[in-house]
């Protein structure tokens, strides 16, 4: 099974507050999990990635919280900002394969 | 700018036609990789070059077909196409060819090329 789940499907924010989307796995084969960041028009971009031998990754405003027991992990998005509106895609790598979640639409009311 | 460049940007095309997306990878890269992004089914691997042969395959269709050449540039190109291709499709690029991920961490999207099929 490479699926990889991910909610919610869109997200609308106040500016300041926290954005969390969540992703589910059930292949125990997958040992790397990015997130991406697209936005309208462009192509997807690394955003932050992390190990399943560490449980979290903070990397300024935005961590990765993973539960190697549960399957799971999320980006928490903390002070979310307008320019932070975006897709957002979870992934995780199986093989020479990068598997991606469905993609979360994030909106941050200004 | 990731450094990876699609061409056509957007295709307007009608059923049964055949049609053929360009992708040029960041300079040094070996791998390319083709996805195809559809709003119901987020972005699916299709298949993966490194250096001139095919390294990985995913949910590639029969009537798609992919090449790396020479000068490491790749094509993807679908025929007998169908409303349900209609999509965008994205090629990236990497430095290598396996376990890219846990070294790297990334993979450099182009721009996407929109295909819409009538």
């Known amino acids: 099974q490479q699926q990889v789940k991910q909610s919610p499907q869109s997200l609308i924010v106040q500016k300041g507050g926290i954005s969390i989307i969540n992703c589910a796995y059930e292949?125990?084969?997958?040992?790397?999990f990015p997130w991406y960041q697209q936005f309208p028009g462009k192509g997807p971009a690394l955003l932050i990635a992390?190990?399943?031998?560490?449980s979290e990754k903070k990397e300024g405003r935005f961590t990765i919280s993973f539960n190697k027991s549960a399957k799971q992990f999320s980006l928490h998005i903390m002070d979310s900002q307008p320019g932070d509106s975006a897709t957002y895609f979870c992934?995780?790598?199986?093989?020479?394969?990068?598997?991606f979640g469905a993609g979360t639409i994030l909106r941050v009311k200004s | 700018d990731s450094g990876v460049t699609q061409t056509p940007k957007h295709l307007i095309t009608a059923t049964g036609q055949r049609v053929t997306l360009r992708c040029s990878p960041r300079?040094?890269?070996?791998?390319v990789y083709w996805y195809q992004q559809s709003l119901d089914q987020g972005l699916q691997f299709l298949i993966q070059?490194?250096?001139?042969?095919?390294?990985a395959k995913g949910n590639i269709l029969e009537r798609f077909s992919a090449q790396q050449f020479p000068d490491l540039h790749s094509e993807l190109n679908l025929s007998s196409l169908e409303l349900g291709d209609s999509a965008l499709y994205f090629c990236?690029?990497?430095?290598?060819?396996?376990?890219?991920?846990?070294?790297?961490?990334?993979?450099?999207f182009g721009e996407g090329s929109r295909l819409t099929v009538l």
């Open positions: 292949n125990t084969a997958f040992d790397y």
């Open positions: 992390i190990r399943p031998d560490v």
């Open positions: 070059y490194y250096n001139g042969e095919e390294r």
């Open positions: 300079s040094g890269d070996l791998s």
């Open positions: 992934a995780a790598e199986y093989g020479n394969k990068l598997v």
């Open positions: 990236a690029s990497s430095a290598q060819g396996t376990r890219v991920f846990i070294d790297t961490g990334e993979l450099f």
